[in-house]
């Protein structure tokens, strides 16, 4: 597909910032108004005709210039989010630290950015601006033209601005050249702008696994001098930003590059020191689940973070269960135990909600119940509400080769059965025996009976 669109493009070097953008007209590119949503062109339509200037900005217009179809679509003008507000009966604005506007046009939300500026002397005030010690931003709300708001975008190939008006596309930051050059790139100083805000390191290596992109070398050299200052993410950001990572169709390649520039270990501590310890399986788990998730994810099925992100921790799960059973700890109390250290920790990281934690937990639980069939026992589970994602975990044990193969497929036949061949299938199963700790004797009391005074 980029073979094809460089065509479109012209060969010499395009402008560097700052300055005037580079303009590719209609019919030089191969982006058409037919794919812009209505809700996108309304909005764009409706600021334009109010005496603004407004573009539809950023990943919408990479993927189109990818032959891709864009999830959403952004807009960014230089009306104020108040403006904005007032124009669009249905809009709200959200966020202190970046201030942005939803505008919903029917089932579609828009989201509506006001050009940023730099931050310069003549900018400051607490209620506009403010960096933390280290250079992170606090707060962002100082507006600017477009030319400033290219800028401030994060990767060239993202300070791209499209008109559907006059279909032309707006270059500022030489973001043609890298797409063609299957590049992320940082926009301006690398290090600065990584510390101003950490997160972008992982937006690096998410597009990088999503458009099969390599990261520029200053880009990328940043990226392992700087991955710490992740700890100063608030773990509920971090949350949400694992999500991204791993939960669009690209979790194997993403999850390779997290651990290639360090950053898997400090979102996923535990388990990276799990993998240190036994990167044999471990590791074939763990590319095995994420294989699986992109899987479902391109075949349009559901996946839930819980499954993904309990696979993710099982092998930290692993090692601290180890612990608990040398104690001569039964395997229930000792899978207990491990699962509420390891959710704990992880917790620190990445804030996961407990409407995640608690069927994680029960997936986990469910790996010693799923042997246990005699009887009336495997008809019950099947009625359990995590069954599912409890069968499903298993079959992925059993493929990484942490078990020995034979469960999966007797749970497979059991739920393909009729009633009359499940009881067969249940009738002779011999029951696992569970480790029972054994009780110590009852110290008898050197007080003669009945004497309690």
């Known amino acids: 597909m980029l073979k094809k669109i460089a065509s479109y493009f012209r060969k010499d070097p395009l402008p560097i910032l700052p300055g005037e953008p580079h303009t590719i007209p209609s019919g030089d590119h191969p982006i058409s108004p037919r794919q812009i949503t209505s809700g996108a062109k309304k909005v764009v339509e409706q600021l334009v005709s109010d005496g603004y200037e407004a573009y539809l900005v950023g990943g919408c217009v990479r993927d189109l210039l990818l032959g891709m179809q864009p999830k959403d679509f952004d807009v960014a003008t230089d009306a104020t989010p108040e403006e904005v507000n007032r124009l669009f009966r249905r809009a709200r604005i959200i966020g202190r630290r970046f201030q942005i506007v939803h505008v919903r046009m029917g089932k579609e939300v828009i989201e509506v950015t006001t050009f940023r500026a730099s931050h310069t002397a003549e900018h400051k005030g607490r209620d506009q601006s403010r960096r933390s010690s280290k250079g992170l931003l606090l707060r962002d709300n100082i507006f ?12 060239t190939m993202n300070a791209l601005y499209y008109h559907p008006q006059d279909n032309s596309v707006f270059d500022y ?34 597009f990088a696994a999503k458009l099969g992109f390599r990261i520029e070398e200053n ?9 710490h200052l992740l700890a100063d993410i608030p773990p ?42 036994d990167p044999g399986y471990y ?16 075949a349009d099925k559901r996946v839930t973070p819980a499954f993904l992100l309990g696979a993710i921790l099982w092998p930290a799960v692993l090692e601290r269960r180890k612990a608990f059973e040398s104690g001569n700890s039964s395997p229930v109390y000792a899978l207990q135990q491990a699962a509420g250290e390891v959710v704990h920790r992880a917790c620190q990281r990445i804030s996961i909600p407990r409407r995640f934690s608690m069927p994680m937990r029960e997936i986990w639980e469910l790996q010693l119940r799923l042997p246990r069939r005699a009887g009336t026992q495997a008809s019950r589970l099947m009625e359990n509400n995590r069954f599912r994602a409890g069968y499903d975990f298993l079959l992925l044990r059993e493929d990484a080769g942490e078990i020995e193969p034979g469960l999966g497929e007797w749970w497979t036949r059991f739920q393909e059965a009729n009633e009359h061949t499940q009881e ?30």
């Open 236 to 277: 509920a950001r971090l949350f949400d930003e694992v999500l991204k990572l791993l939960m669009h169709g690209h979790a194997l390649a993403t999850f390779r590059l997290l651990r290639e520039f360090g950053l898997f270990k400090l979102l996923f501590p535990a388990t990276e020191e799990a993998l240190s310890k």
């Open 173 to 206: 930051a030489d973001g043609l050249s890298d797409i063609q050059q299957r590049l992320i790139r940082v926009i301006g100083n690398a290090e600065e702008r990584y510390r101003e805000d950490p997160v972008r390191m992982l937006r690096a290596v998410r």
């Open 283 to 298: 590791l074939e788990f763990l590319e095995q689940a994420m294989t699986n998730t992109d899987k479902r994810i391109r």
């Open 424 to 453: 067969e299938m249940t009738s002779n199963l011999d029951q696992p025996k569970s480790r029972r700790r054994r009780r110590r004797p009852r110290k008898r009391s050197s007080a003669p009976q009945g004497d309690h005074d």
């Open 144 to 155: 600017g033209s477009v030319t400033e708001d290219a800028c401030r975008r994060d990767f």
């Open 219 to 227: 880009s990328a050299r940043a990226i392992g001098k700087l991955g």
